[in-house]
Nanobody, 125 residues
Framework: QVQLVESGGGLVQPGGSLRLSCDAT????????LGWFRQAPGKEREGVSCISADSVVYYREALQGRFTISREYGKNTVTLQMNNLDVDDTAIYYC???????????????????WGQGTQVTVSS
């Protein structure tokens, strides 16, 4: 049974940083892409970033430079370091997994094979 469990969300002031983590377990055999989506209130879901089993990385263009994704292969953990956060970054952030990078790189709106339950990130003064 595949499980994606996020942690690290919370409340931060504009300009601050947060680090999200996702522990991924239970995958069937194969090579999986891990990454993040987010959904703000009243807005469409959008892809944030992904990283392949070979460490190929993609970022949503507007977020590049502020967000950094990394992956710990021994534990199948993916981390999203978010710096210089803005109120527009407020959203529920979802960890996601798929066998392809297409959910991120084509349209940047999924769908993916597996979703986490989400973690709230709120940027507010």
């Amino acid at each position: 049974q595949v499980q994606l469990v996020e942690s690290g969300g919370g409340l931060v002031q504009p300009g601050g940083s947060l680090r999200l983590s996702c522990d991924a377990t239970g995958f069937p055999p194969g090579r999986y892409v891990l990454g993040w989506f987010r959904q703000a209130p009243g807005k469409e879901r959008e892809g944030v970033s992904c990283i392949s089993a070979d460490s190929v990385v993609y970022y949503r263009e507007a977020l590049q430079g502020r967000f950094t994704i990394s992956r710990e292969y021994g534990k199948n953990t993916v981390t999203l370091q978010m710096n210089n956060l803005d109120v527009d970054d407020t959203a529920i952030y979802y960890c996601a997994a798929d066998t392809s990078m297409a959910p991120w790189t084509v349209g940047w709106n999924g769908p993916v094979a597996y979703w986490g339950q989400g973690t709230q990130v709120t940027v507010s003064s």
